[in-house]
């Protein structure tokens, strides 16, 4: 059984940073590709940012891109969130997200993946 266990948020000021990590229990992380959504009330959970199973292909939301990096630790089994220059806009529950693909893919959506994290809330302040 895979589990994901999200950590790291917290709260931060306007252009300040936050490092979110997901730890993966179960399974062979390797063969996962890995995702981070994000959730505010009333509103849909949105894609934020994807990572392939080798690491080394990733998309981005715009509203995220040159400010969020995603990345991921296969020896550690950990999947990372670098949130640079955050915004009030930022404010969310961040989910992580995993779904089996050996093959390279990156995936964007949010039904592409059927295992989630409980969440770590990201507040940043004006």
């Known amino acids: 059984q895979v589990q994901l266990v999200e950590s790291g948020g917290g709260l931060v000021q306007a252009g300040g940073s936050l490092r979110l990590s997901c730890a993966v229990s179960?399974?062979?992380?390797?063969?996962?590709?890995m995702a981070w959504f994000r959730q505010t009330p009333g509103k849909e959970r949105e894609f934020v940012a994807a990572i392939n199973n080798s690491g080394g292909r990733t998309s981005y939301a715009d509203s995220v891109k040159g400010r969020f990096t995603i990345s991921r630790n296969n020896a550690e089994r950990t999947a990372v969130l670098q949130m640079n220059n955050l915004k009030p806009e930022d404010t969310a529950v961040y989910y992580c997200?995993?779904?089996?693909?050996?093959?390279?893919?990156?995936?964007?959506?949010?039904?592409?993946?059927?295992?989630w994290g409980q969440g770590t809330q990201v507040t940043v302040s004006s």
């Open positions: 997200a995993a779904r089996p693909d050996s093959y390279g893919n990156v995936w964007l959506a949010r039904s592409d993946y059927g295992r």
């Open positions: 179960g399974g062979t992380f390797g063969a996962y590709a």
